[in-house]
């Protein structure tokens, strides 16, 4: 007896069937994002429900080699390809005028540890790297502790 063939419209359809059924199944399970609520539900912590710190308190680095955060607001500030608000006041030529930290002799190098005459492009986006400092409580409760040198 010879085995018989199914057309391809027949398994299309078979596939298609069964992949609709898990896609319903699917959608009807929510969907927790880390704080525990439906993502589809209202996040309870908007933004600006945390505040951030007085311009200038800042907070201890919690381990060796942490960029150092941001201690005041940079709400607006740009940030592009052409243009670095940052540097406004922490570049080389600005620092000691404004009262910034100067940016890091580090921030000049590029991947093979030679000196560049500005910024690297890996370091130019700051705040890929450096963060505003705010009070906001951590989305999952830990036991992280700081490094035992920073104590």
């Given at each position: ?39 589809s539900e209202p996040d309870e912590f908007k933004s ?104």
């Amino acid at each position: 007896m010879k085995p018989r063939k199914l057309s391809l419209g027949v398994l299309l359809a078979a596939t298609l069937a069964l992949g609709a059924h898990s896609v319903t199944s699917l959608a009807e399970e929510a969907v927790k994002g880390l704080r525990g609520a439906d993502v589809s539900e209202p996040d309870e912590f908007k933004s600006g429900s945390f505040r951030n710190m007085p311009d200038g308190q800042s907070i201890p680095r919690n381990y060796v080699q942490q960029p150092p955060m941001v201690p005041h607001k940079i709400d607006g500030y740009e940030i592009s390809l052409n243009f670095n608000r940052c540097m406004d006041c922490h570049s080389w030529s600005r620092y000691s005028e404004t009262g910034a930290t100067k940016v890091s002799l580090t921030h000049f190098k590029d991947r093979d540890g030679g000196e560049l005459a500005n910024i690297s492009p890996r370091r130019y986006f700051c705040v890929q790297c450096h963060v505003p400092q705010t009070d906001a409580k951590p989305l999952i409760e830990n036991t992280f502790e700081r490094a035992g040198g920073l104590r």
